[in-house]
């Protein structure tokens, strides 16, 4: 940004900083100053500060499929098979780069300003929920919720009080 006063120009610097441990966890900054690096590391102290963390399946992708909005961006973020690789543009490459997801297939529809791409794809990432805590909220083993184990647990319920009887 540069702005003209009766000296000469001014200039001022914006910076959109993303950081992530690459284990779930990510977060972005902006920062603003006359200099860049002083302009750089507002942005990463904001970025450290607002955090979130994610659940991934497997250490390499989402749980399950997500949309998020902000402004007038729109990103759908899916889970993707093994050796798919990050499939996504621009800013939102960086976001799943530091969050350490290896395999993501991703859509940014409205908008290119990585602002709210970035922003609507934290909208999608914090809707994520993992199997582990959707089965504790419930009461429940995550077997059931998944489906898996041969009968579900109702069932089985009613089938042992069926012999009991």
Do not use: C, W
């Not at 990463?44 to 909005?69: E, F, S």
């Not at 602002?115 to 909208?123: C, G, H, L, P, S």
């Amino acid at each position: 940004m540069s702005k003209t006063v009766k000296g000469g120009k001014r200039f001022g610097f914006a910076a959109l900083v993303v950081v992530g441990d690459g284990k779930g966890r990510s977060g972005f900054g902006h920062g603003k100053a006359r200099e860049v690096p002083e302009a750089i590391s507002k942005a990463t102290a904001a970025a450290k500060k607002a955090m979130i963390r994610v659940p991934l399946r497997d250490g390499r992708t989402l749980h399950h499929d997500g949309k998020g909005h902000f402004g007038a961006g729109k990103v759908t973020v899916r889970s993707a098979p093994s050796g798919t690789g990050i499939i996504a543009g621009g800013p939102m490459r960086a976001v799943f780069e530091t969050l350490g997801v290896a395999d993501v297939v991703t859509k940014s529809v409205g908008t290119s300003n990585p602002y709210n791409m970035i922003r609507a794809t934290f909208e999608a990432l914090k809707e994520q929920t993992s199997p582990r805590s959707v089965a504790q909220r419930r009461g429940k083993k995550v077997a059931d919720l998944l489906g898996r184990g041969g009968m579900a647990s109702a069932e089985a319920d009613a089938t042992a009080e069926a012999i009991v009887e």
